[in-house]
């Protein structure tokens, strides 16, 4: 492997191998129907909430439950309205939606109690999707990673070696939960013999919901060692200016799984519009078809799959 290739993943990529994993929107949804300060009929004061996540929310803030039952509320205000109108849009077939996070930063920048709250429910849901994941596994004695298996197994059947694998290949992964990065280890340790529980070539851009290795991928999302890093990584839209972001001039090939083309991410922290060389630029696993678009606006040739073999026949 001698080309240098990144790779740009989004929740599609995540949720082409377990469907619990959510899109955006979905998770926007989840977090919503969660969102309730209703208290139980029976006074428990560790966990007054009907809702698991706001018990959680407890746990990790120790807030006064009038104070948290006022971020609850301000948090509500913005995002109800926000997922009943996507509703409405997509029963319509119009394209406009906005990333929970964009949203979150853009009305409670101000408000790092009610920005600190939104990070933790989103945490809270997407260990939880980590942990459906292995129960399903466990329950079917299969999984569906196909795809992560053939990008490996190519490179190995073409003899690239792992060492290789870690100079030349890039992940840049916009997902906070860490999917691609513990199947590539269960991958990557069956086919090398190796015993890596993380790797430095995947790159969380917005933060993640702890390391491999301080939060194990089979944690509880109300586990104590979750609960000590859950929320405190995840980085928002409006915190970009905190990011490493990939130069995507020093690849020749960047490669889109599962990303669904958010204007501000491929201009703003990926900076698609100022790469200056020729690029191969391939897609896989996306329902979105705004990269027609992106390729008429700025110029460049995006190969679309529809296949997941096709793809990585093509670029691997």
């Avoid at 977090?31 to 208290?39: A, S, Y």
């Avoid at 201009?267 to 020729?278: F, H, M, Q, Y």
């Amino acid at each position: 492997m001698a080309t240098k290739t990144l790779i740009v993943i989004g929740a599609g990529s995540s949720k082409s191998i377990h469907n619990s994993f959510p899109t955006g929107i979905e998770l926007a949804h989840y977090i919503d129907v969660h969102l309730i300060p209703t208290k139980k009929p029976t006074k428990e004061q560790k966990c007054p909430y009907l809702s698991p996540m706001i018990n959680e929310a407890l746990r990790v803030f120790k807030y006064d439950v009038r104070y948290l039952d006022e971020l609850i509320e301000k948090l509500k205000i913005e995002l109800w309205p926000y997922a009943r109108k996507y509703d409405y849009n997509s029963y319509r077939n119009i394209k406009e939606a906005i990333s929970i996070d964009e949203l979150i930063s853009s009305k409670f920048s101000s408000i790092p109690d009610v920005c600190n709250l939104a990070k933790q429910c989103i945490a809270y849901h997407l260990k939880g999707q980590e942990d459906a994941y292995l129960f399903t596994v466990k329950k079917n004695s299969k999984s569906n990673y196909r795809w992560i298996d053939s990008i490996y197994s190519t490179l190995k059947s073409r003899g690239v070696a792992f060492n290789n694998i870690k100079n030349y290949l890039s992940v840049v992964s916009f997902n906070y939960e860490r999917l691609f990065e513990y199947l590539s280890c269960k991958v990557i340790n069956k086919l090398y013999n190796e015993t890596v529980t993380e790797l430095p070539f995947v790159n969380y851009i917005y933060g993640n919901i702890g390391n491999l290795t301080e939060v194990p991928f089979t944690e509880t999302n109300d586990s104590e060692m979750f609960r000590n890093h859950c929320y405190q990584k995840l980085k928002l839209i409006g915190e970009r200016h905190e990011l490493q972001k990939p130069n995507l001039d020093n690849f020749e090939k960047v490669l889109f799984i599962g990303f669904g083309y958010d204007r501000k991410n491929l201009e703003d922290t990926l900076s698609i519009n100022t790469v200056k060389t020729a690029k191969l630029i391939g897609m896989c696993i996306a329902k979105s078809k705004y990269y027609q678009d992106i390729e008429k606006e700025f110029n460049i040739s995006i190969n679309s799959y529809t296949t997941i073999e096709e793809f990585i026949n093509r670029f691997f």
